[in-house]
């Protein structure tokens, strides 16, 4: 504020003109400064009231300093030589009454200087009267409303000179004159907040015009006179500065877009436009030249033409505007914001050209022009706005069409900068003109000598980013860019839709950023024409597409024989030149120059768009130098031996990175290969191609046919992108009625290209989903349970938790949701089922309820959980089968391995625990078959026939143990009857007890495994739509069994059977001998085998092992894990504890290897729970060649495991063949005896057998070492049957 009042407390020494009498009239002030006092009777010298309602022609009003207050209306009228200066010995301050200001009509020679002007707002009934008796001398169609302020109107005044006035805080317009005429000069003036009474209020109607908004600095309107006048108009405005003022309504808008509107006449044309400087032309009978020079614009804010606008209305004559030497700096909103954008659109300079007049106007009104603008040597800085930050031009078009007007209307910006700008559209120039093409006659722009640096295209504030806004944005305009430069800015430099930019003499583009085209982006037959004698210079820029140039300039289909993507032409615009009549531009005789260097771009570092190869002058060229090549690729050529230098290309155009254009095919690679559900997304593989051949990017969308009303919709939206590294995953969803037949076509947007037609078929809603007749969509039904299943209606699928199964419960009622059962669920399926392919839960072809079956054609297979072909392969089955139990008995016939050595009691407890918690884990078997076959189960992948089931694997597992069991009483049968393979045993020291004991325990495990698995059951709760819900107990194993169904029905009373006859006897027996004493002892020789490795007081050892063993095989057949492995570590644990503490066997090696294979399970255990809860958590590892760290883990610990089986087998060996040795030295001396020496030694090696306890009774005969002879079956009491 100190500055502004600076400015007018020079000293003013106004000397009276001697040809003109002047009365000298004093004015004293009401009181002191500042203005603090309400408007009163003044206390000394006369009012200025009583001056300025007194005022006579040659009167000079002398005010002295203070605060001098207008609490009158009084208008000069009708004066000559009327001065109004202030006293050049202090501040001269004049202030008003509200509702009051100051009005001058039909004044002439007037003149003000060294005032402060502040607080004034003529308004109401005084405005009103004023507006009228203007209008009687000039045809005033832009109202002076009754309800705007305004400090100061000039109305019909000739020659006035204002200098140094300050014209301030109006709520309102400063300045307002109208036919200001003559030669009248403004100079060394401040205008500074005048502004609106509520700027930037927002309310529900911020739409309409708001009388309270208008404000600005000062505007000058021209209209005809009711008398014509054909006198010219000089005004001058010359350093004066222009600040902090704002107009903020939407009249203006209302004026230009609603112009045809015959009512618009009751709420337009409202005086105000500008917020620093308005200019109004609407005259015709004469010319009006204005001069603005040496101004400053600073922080000025308006709708339209935040620092200056200027208005052509339509019919204007001879206007002649001149902007030099000005600085344009901050206008518009720093900081814009949305809500503040349908106020603040134009941050700088607006000329609008042709707005409408009323229709009574209208008549007979002759094309405006020739009118120019023109701005010189200006510096636009930090301007900022919603788009036209800097200049903004909109011309309405009266003008006919014509090719050559010969009353063109120019703005021209001469020698400007523009420098830290920003804005949306345009922020250095928007412009646009209401016709078809910028080729049209019409307003003629031209930009020269300028240099346009560090500008910035901001992102629009109510949308993503956009690609088509540049800094110079055009809009069917005429532009000529000549000896201009575009350096370092962020943003396409120009910008047009179906424009003519020419381009001519030295113009750079360098180091831009922008999204498509970082140096021109040409849209909608916008045409390029590069000037002879002219050097354009594209260097350094990016973008996304287009590095320097992007167009999409197109007229006809692709598939059209007329299709044309020419863009650009050197020296003239000549279409057609094919023919004689019109020869084509020589191009080697062109002092043209275009050159392209480090341009980048993902597409397009040089050229997007267009491949040029359709362009008149091309054909020309292609002709003569490559008939086959791409012309860009022909110009490289040339470029290269210097013949045409026209294109300079500084990368050969064969790649997408280079040179790209719109699609011009789009390939679909498959169509769908099954029918999906109305509304259920799927993949389509698309592929673009440009017409280069270059796969390249685009945005495509999708069309539907079909008998009935169908649609169909690509991604989210119904657009999608598809990638330029080949064919592109496109999500598609079609909707339409069930079971029928849409016909699909995507198309590109970019070409509106479209693919072949495909067929895809709808079939019926997925298990869950309900047919919308409406929407034609599957729609979530009832089957969400919560937070457990929840339904998503998109991608039509049912979100659960991982290592969960979801779907139909039995007979397809209700839903269930369980725990995976085993290794039945994929893993690659986690978290989501697609309800029309419930078995892609399912892993390894199985299928049905908690995919427990086996898929139609699938059969249920030994060694593993998979389901496989099968064929019927029953007797090569059978002859193995047989041949296996035949050797397992003859492998321990003839290395001796039984359970009487006390080396396998642990080697058989490992492999049934490891093959039972396999199983239950799903881990990988391959490396696990050899414990299989130790627990006398089939490891390899296997099936007897074609369709056997789960139940039928499980029944067939009993028939095995059986098998051996018949060999084993066979062979005590053949020993019985043929003395030559007794003898052979009783040679070998080997005992049927021996045989029977060892098959009694290898069978154990079996058939314990057998029984328990069918006898297991799963809980199952089926959900029903009612939100009721019910549990179910099916077979565990294949959960689509019923339990307790026939099939099901035999085995279980057969599983029943043996653990009563078996199971459990076998289990008491060994761990309770005494409580049947006389039967017991009828067992001797099986429990000398049994108990001959242990200690007297832990004979029941292997019984206790047979009870862990039926614990676990519990666990494994009622609990899932992670419970299942849980409770298997607690017991290994108890077990690995016991056996340490007490150490059952006679031998530590015994104990050793029991020990051993416990920690060896104990580990395999907790490494399950561990690399379980990582699955849980999202953090499971891989391993190259294996499926999971587990897995690694495991086949670790069973190779040692193995390696320790091994040695058993090699002490067996080398415990055998020693006493073989001795056997056959021995037959050569006493045939019919064992040799001492050899028992003996067979005794240092074998464990000596076990006496009874004490508190036994012990028959001498059953204490000594067992003879191997015939006579031991009739002292265990079983050889008389086996004997008959």
Known sequence: MAALLGVVSIVVLLVCPTAIYCSNVTVSPFSSLPCSQPCGSNVNGTSIDQALGNINSGDYLRLLPGCHCVRTFSVVQDVTDVSLIGDGGGIVQITCAPGLGLAFLNVTRLSFQGLIITGCGLNGPNAVSLNTAINTMVDLFIQLAEDINIAMVIASCTDVVMDHVTIMNTTGLGLVGVNVAGESSFTNNVFSFNMGEQCFLLDDNYGM??????????????????????????????????????????????????????????????????????????????????????????????????????LWYAGVQNTSIVLSDCVFSNNGIQGLKKNDVVFVTQGGLAIVKDIAVPFRLRPNLPPSGPNTVTVLRTNFTGNTGYSGSCVFVFSMYSTPFRLFDNRPNQVTLDGCHFENNSGIAGPIFLGGEEKATGLQSGLVVQMQRCTVVRNKVNQPLFGSTSSTLALVQLFAMNMTIRDTSFISNVGTAVGSLTSLIILEGVVDFANAMAVAGGALHLS??????????????????????????????????????????????FDDIIVLCTTSLVPCPDLSALNISVVFSNNKAYLGGILYGSSLDSCSWAADIKNKYCLNCPILEALYNLNENKTITVLQLDQRPNTSSVIATTTSALNVDNSPAFSYMPGQQFFLKLQSVDRLNHTVPTVVTAQSKGSSSTSAQLGGSGFWLTTANGSSDTP???????????????????????????????????FGFSYNMTSMDCECGNASMGSKVTCDPNLKVFNTTDGFWFGPGPNGVGVVY???????????????VLTQAIDAQCANNRTGLLCGGCQEGYSSVFG???????TDSTLGLLVFFAAAGIGIIAVILFLHITVSEGYITGVVFYSGVVVTYATVQGAAREALIPLYFLNLNIGFETCFYDGMTALDRAGLGLVFPAYLFIL?????????????????????????????????????????????????????TVYQDDGSSYVIRPWATDPNVEYFSPKHAVLFVISVVLLIIYVLPVTVLLILPSFTSRGVWRFKPLYDVFFNPFKDNFTFWLGVCLVIRIMIFTISSFFAPPGSTLYLGVVLMGAVFLKSVI????????????????????????????????????KTYRITNVQSPF??????????????????????????????????????????????????????????????????????????????????????????????
């Open 818 to 832: 369980g725990r995976c059962l085993l290794d039945y669920c994929n893993g690659n399926v986690t978290g989501w």
């Open 968 to 1020: 084993m009483i066979l062979f005590i049968w053949l020993a019985g009857r043929f003395l030559l393979l007794s003898e052979w045993l009783a040679k070998s020291n080997f005992t049927p007890s021996k045989l029977v004991a060892t098959l009694i325990v290898l069978s154990y495990n079996s058939i314990t495994q057998s029984c328990f698995q069918i006898l297991g059951f799963v809980e199952v």
């Open 209 to 310: 015009p708001k009388n309270w908004t208008v404000g600005g600095g000062a505007q000058f309107i021209y209209v005809d006179y009711v008398a014509q006048s054909n006198n010219s108009v000089d005004l001058n405005i010359d350093n004066n500065t222009f600040s902090k003022n704002s107009y903020c309504g939407s009249e203006l808008i209302f004026e230009i877009e609603y112009q045809f509107i015959k009512t618009i006449q009751n709420i337009s044309y409202y005086v105000g436009a500008g917020g620093g400087l308005s200019l109004s032309l609407a005259q015709r009978a004469y010319s009006v030249n204005t001069s603005v020079q040496r101004c400053s614009f600073e922080n000025n804010t308006a709708t339209i033409g935040s620092a200056v606008a200027i």
């Open 732 to 766: 598609t969803k079609v909707y339409g009625q069930q079971n029928s037949t849409v016909s699909l076509t995507v198309y590109s947007l970019d070409s509106f290209v479209q693919s072949q037609s495909l067929r895809v078929s709808l079939g019926n809603c997925g």
């Open 1143 to 1178: 150490q059952p066997f006679k031998l530590p090696v015994h104990n050793g290897l029991d020990v051993f294979f416990l920690i060896n399970l104990l580990l395999l255990s907790i490494s399950s729970l561990y690399f379980q809860g990582l699955d849980a958590t999202n």
């Open 524 to 569: 909608t037959q916008t045409v390029l024409l590069v000037k002879n004698n002219s050097k354009v210079s594209f260097t350094n820029n990016t973008a996304y597409v287009g590095g320097a140039i992007y167009s999409d300039y197109s007229f006809g289909a692709f598939t059209d024989s007329n299709y044309n993507d020419c863009f650009m032409y």
């Open 1191 to 1284: 897995t690694a883990f495991l086949m670790v610990l069973v190779g040692v495991a193995y390696v320790v089986i091994c040695a058993v087998i090699v002490v067996h060996f080398y415990l055998r063949f020693p006493k073989l040795r001795c056997s056959c030295k021995a037959r050569s001396k006493k045939p019919q005896s064992v040799l001492p020496e050899a028992t003996a030694s067979y005794k240092n090696w074998s464990v000596p057998e076990t006496s009874a306890k004490a508190n036994r009774p012990t028959p001498e005969s059953q204490t000594a070492t067992t003879k191997v002879t015939f006579s031991e079956f009739n002292t265990a009491g079983i050889s008389d049957d086996l004997t008959e």
């Open 864 to 870: 593993t959980n998979r389901c496989m072909k099968c």
